[in-house]
Structure formats: C-alpha cells, structure tokens
C-alpha cells in the first residue's frame, strides 16, 4: 500500500497513519483550514474501507471523478469491492473531521469468520459482489470515534489503545443490538445530548483564545454544568479544560510547522496574554520549546 500524499498549500490540516496490526489501519484527517483538502492514497482491492465523518463533511471520488460519495457530518461509508481497486481521492472540506479503518478482506475474514453469514455482505452468495453503506453514526460509536481523535496517551500505548478502539468500532458497526448505545451511557442515547456536548467543544475550539467559563458554556449549548462536564468526559474522554488545553497546543504546534508566524503571535492566536506563559505551556505538553521544536 501506497503513503498517503496530501496537498502542500495546507496551514493547519494534519493527518495521522497507524498500522495497528498487518492489513489493518487507523487514518485521521483533521482540516482546520478555510481550504478544502485533498487527500490521495492508493488501496487495492483487497482492503474493505470503513470512512466516519465526525465534523462537517467529504466527498470520496472515483474513477478519475467520474462518480462520487459524499459523506455527511455523523455518517459513515462502508466500500467493499473485491473485483476493483478503490483508491481513496478524499476532498475534506474546511472545517472537517474523519476517522477511518482499511482492513483487509483477509483479516476480517479471520475476525468475523463464524459470523460471515450473519453479514450479508461476506456470505457465500454475496462474497464476491461490491457492497457500498452509508448510514448514521450511532452515539456509542461517536464516543469510540471521538476517544479515537482527541487521545492523549503516551506514546508506549498508544498503539495498544488504537486496536483496542478499532476492534471496539468494528464491533459496534457489526452489533445487530439496540442496547449497546443504551450500555454506554444513558445520558448519551440522546442524540439532542450529543449534539449540545458536540456544540460544547466546537464553541470552545472557535473561542479558544477567551473561552466561556464553563457554567456560561453549559447555559450557552442548554445542559447543567454536570451534565456538561460528564458527557463531555463521556465522548471527548477528558475534561473541558484539559481538552482545550491539548487542543490549543496541538494547534500552536501546526502554527509553528507553517513558518508563518512568531512565537508571540502564536501565543495570542491560542490564548495565552505573554510569550512566557504560553512557552511554559508548550513545554509542559510536549518537552522542549517553541523556538528548540521548530529547529
């Protein structure tokens, strides 16, 4: 399989690759540019590719863009055809989140074998057609996506906690139940829930240089401040405040890769009143300095 080659006139947008094991791979695409992105990467036939839009929008083309998918905020596409390559050439909009899964027929045959003839797409009659789905986003798989996106953990585990979340979103993809969502969190099943904590942090996001306390921000998106705090918790896996904090760092991080812009700029575009409170910050997060990171 091919490197993933994105486009160059890029500010901010980051992707990430992780093989977690032979013939399986993690992709997260973040585009935080007013620019769409467009995101090229070879993939054979034998892979099934599993594409979820967590924020804003995408459009997969095919066959030099002679037919598309799009794909909405909190959906996912499904693509299977084991008779043809399907390249991924993704155009990300401004403002978009995607996560996505290439495994290979082979290996998830290895995972779902007893089960084949439970999905339809991989039993005898209909195993070697091409299959295409796309569907909503359940609120337990928001969860597993989002915990996918915004982990912060050491770099010895990462990898470890990556399958781990890969297998638990394949799992809930695949789940024929309707109390998984229900198992994950009660407060969660509803969708109206989601959308305000979802609401929560992209106010956060676009305010993050003065951000609302947290009651202003609880009253702004209509929830309790607990309610607030422990779905917030519950999806982005981490408090508010600690999440914007990583978010705010990521992002000088990329500001600093541009060449754009000067320490004390950088400091005020994420928050931070002085060039020395906002170096101490990025040194607490990443273990050395601004000006040491970009040489």
Known sequence: ???????????????????IEDGFFVLKFQNETDEVQCIIRKIDS??????????????????????????????????????????????????????????????????FSKEAELIH??????????????????????????????QNLHSSIEKLYLTAKSYELLSLYFNRSKETDIEQCPFLVDEQNVLKIKEAKDIIIARMAEPPGLQELANEVGLTLKKLKD?????????????????????????LETNLYNINEIALKVGYS??????????????????????
């Open 231 to 255: 779905g917030f918790k519950q999806i982005y896996g981490d408090s508010v405040f600690s999440f914007l904090f990583d978010y705010k760092m990521e992002y000088a991080r990329k500001l």
């Open 121 to 150: 797409f991989l039993n005898e009659e209909n195993k070697d057609k091409k299959y295409y789905d796309n569907k909503p986003i359940s609120p337990a798989k928001a969860v597993v996506l989002n915990q996918i996106m915004h």
């Open 46 to 111: 034998s892979f099934i590719q599993f594409h979820y839009c967590i924020k804003g929008a995408a459009k997969f083309n095919f066959n030099s863009s002679s037919y598309a998918f799009d794909v909405a905020e909190d959906y996912s596409l499904l693509l299977y055809n084991p008779q043809r390559d399907l390249p991924i050439n993704l155009e990300l909009q401004p403002k978009s989140w995607m996560v996505s899964l290439l495994i290979s027929i082979q290996k998830f045959h290895s995972l």
């Open 1 to 19: 399989m091919a490197n993933l080659s994105t486009s160059k006139n890029i500010a901010v947008g980051s992707m990430e690759e992780t093989q």
């Open 274 to 295: 002085t060039a020395s409170h906002f170096i101490a910050a990025f040194k607490k997060k990443y273990g050395t300095t601004p000006k040491k990171y970009i040489q």
